[in-house]
């Protein structure tokens, strides 16, 4: 089953968005199987944005991150990395389409409440950066039967 990670940046935590922004991925029927709060340490930061590191606003972006805490959760479903990106929505906050986390609560380019990573590769590497393997529970939910025709069962186990 693929799993990603979602980060819900200091933006997000300061603003009283935890519950809000958690309630989606679960009423989409994600299943969260890892759940923390915890503050972006500088090397995790530089890890995390690495691709970024050319960028005019890399430095800002660390500061960002490290600001305060975040709250980090791993998101486990079928194409779970493609459907956290879409319920996100567009990187900036003016472009992001409204029914999305950040076209709903975001109004700024940078501060932009919310990380999820784009590929089930990067994912797989970035959930590493923050969570222990012992960080991640594993258990049956019983509404997924609900979520998932039983056709879907065979991707479900992947
Ligand atoms: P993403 O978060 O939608 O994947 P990326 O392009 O990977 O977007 O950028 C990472 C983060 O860097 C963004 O979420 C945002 O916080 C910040 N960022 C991206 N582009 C800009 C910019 O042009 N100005 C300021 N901050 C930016
Ligand atoms: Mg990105």
Known sequence: MERTLVIIKPDGVQRGLIGEIISRFERK?????GLKMFKVAQKQAEILYAVHKKKPFYSGLLKFITAGPVAGLVIEGISAVNICRKLLGA?????AEAGTIRGDFGASVSYNLIHAPDTPETAKN????????????SYSLDKIKWVYHPSEEEEMSD
Do not use: A
């Open 29 to 33: 029927g994600l299943k969260i199987v």
């Open 126 to 137: 970035e959930i590493n950066i923050f969570f222990k393997d012992t960080d991640i529970v």
């Open 91 to 95: 990187t900036f906050g003016p472009d």
